[in-house]
T-cell receptor, first 110, second 118 residues
Framework: LAKTTQPISMDSYEGQEVNITCSHNNIATNDYITWYQQFPSQGPRFIIQGYKTKVTNEVASLFIPADRKSSTLSLPRVSLSDTAVYYCLVGDPAGNMLTFGGGTRLMVKP | GAVVSQHPSWVICKSGTSVKIECRSLDFQATTMFWYRQFPKQSLMLMATSNEGSKATYEQGVEKDKFLINHASLTLSTLTVTSAHPEDSSFYIC??????????????FGPGTRLTVT
């Protein structure tokens, strides 16, 4: 299973764009990259998933370079409610196994 | 999107007793369900993977005789913590996997169950 490395914590201010980068040097050909958000005492919530290049949805963008050894989650104009832990996961969706790394604790300040 | 529920949301039990936690996929059939454990300020740790109608596959270090997993149907999996001890106090989260058009598979997580063993 591909191991992921993320910053332990990040601080930001309301209205700013936040970029969280995840390293996954040994990503396999069949692996997808998925990001989850978790609030205290809640289950993780799906944010975005991608395989290569750029993916955008209504809440975030995911940038994946050609070598796929890293990925960056971009949260536009964060608010206080975006304060949470963000997990980058790499795995083969067909294999259905997701290994959680340490996650990044994002603190959004007013 | 798909919804996964867990019951109970929190439970307090005495040391030595057993506790059952249910995980249900409410509006889809889950081919595979996963059980995670999360201690305070830590990441989720996968405990076991279960497929409907077959025995669960446990991760290394997880005692299968202590954490009994039953996946009786495509919408229900249960985790029973037997002879619970205070060190079993944790946040238990289940997830269910289902094929999603255009995105292969996606895992849907339940809200978690807070277990406190006194």
């Amino acid at each position: 299973l591909a191991k992921t490395t993320q910053p332990i914590s990040m601080d930001s201010y309301e209205g700013q764009e936040v970029n969280i980068t995840c390293s996954h040097n040994n990503i396999a050909t069949n692996d997808y990259i998925t990001w989850y958000q978790q609030f205290p005492s809640q289950g993780p919530r799906f944010i975005i998933q991608g395989y290569k290049t750029k993916v955008t949805n209504e809440v975030a963008s995911l940038f994946i370079p050609a070598d796929r050894k890293s990925s960056t989650l971009s949260l536009p104009r964060v608010s206080l409610s975006d304060t949470a832990v963000y997990y980058c996961l790499v795995g083969d969706p067909a294999g259905n196994m997701l290994t959680f790394g340490g996650g990044t604790r994002l603190m959004v300040k007013p | 999107g798909a919804v996964v529920s867990q019951h109970p949301s929190w439970v307090i039990c005495k040391s030595g007793t057993s506790v059952k936690i249910e995980c249900r996929s409410l509006d889809f059939q889950a081919t595979t369900m996963f059980w995670y454990r999360q201690f305070p300020k830590q990441s989720l740790m996968l405990m076991a993977t279960s497929n409907e109608g077959s025995k669960a596959t446990y991760e290394q270090g997880v005692e299968k005789d202590k954490f009994l997993i039953n996946h009786a149907s495509l919408t229900l999996s249960t985790l029973t913590v037997t002879s619970a001890h205070p060190e079993d106090s944790s946040f238990y989260i289940c997830s269910a996997s289902s094929p999603v058009s255009g995105r292969d598979y996606e895992q849907y997580f339940g809200p978690g169950t807070r277990l406190t063993v006194t």
